[in-house]
C-alpha cells in the first residue's frame, strides 16, 4: 500500500491545516477562542480523518472517514468565509486557503468514489 503521504491530496490537506493554524495565531484572543478553534479544529480534520480512513482494512471505514474528512473541508470552507466576512483576515489571505480547498476538495470526492 502507497503511504498516504506520497499523495498530493494529503499533503494539501496538511498544508491547509498548517496555513490556517499559522493565521489563527495571530488573531486577538475573542477571534482564536471563538471562530480560530472552530476553524483549526475542522481545516485539522481534514488530515487526521483522511489518515485514519487510510489505513483502515475494510472500505466501509474507509469510505467513513474520508466521508468525515470531506465534512471537515466543508466545514473549513465556511469558518474561512465567516472570518473574511468579519474582517479577520485580508481578501489576499482568504483567496489563497480558498484556492487550496478549491484544489483540494474535487480530488477528495474523486477519490472518495474510488474507494466506493
Known amino acids: 500500500m502507497k ?7 494529503y ?17 486577538d484572543a475573542f477571534e482564536r477562542w ?14 487526521v480523518n483522511m489518515i485514519e480512513g487510510y489505513y483502515r482494512i475494510l472500505p466501509g471505514d474507509k469510505r ?3 466521508r468525515y474528512a470531506l465534512s471537515s473541508a466543508k466545514e473549513t470552507e465556511l469558518w474561512w468565509w465567516k472570518a473574511r466576512k468579519r474582517n ?14 478549491a484544489e483540494m476538495l474535487p480530488q477528495l470526492v474523486n477519490f472518495i468514489k474510488k474507494i466506493e
Open 3 to 9: 503511504d498516504l503521504s506520497n499523495l498530493r491530496i
Open 11 to 27: 499533503r494539501l490537506a496538511v498544508d491547509i491545516g498548517e496555513a490556517i493554524w499559522a493565521v489563527v495565531q495571530l488573531w
Open 34 to 47: 471563538t471562530l480560530g478553534k472552530q476553524l483549526v479544529d475542522s481545516a485539522d480534520g481534514i488530515s
Open 64 to 66: 467513513k472517514f474520508f
Open 88 to 101: 479577520i483576515i485580508t481578501h489576499g489571505k482568504f483567496m489563497e486557503i480558498k484556492a487550496m480547498l
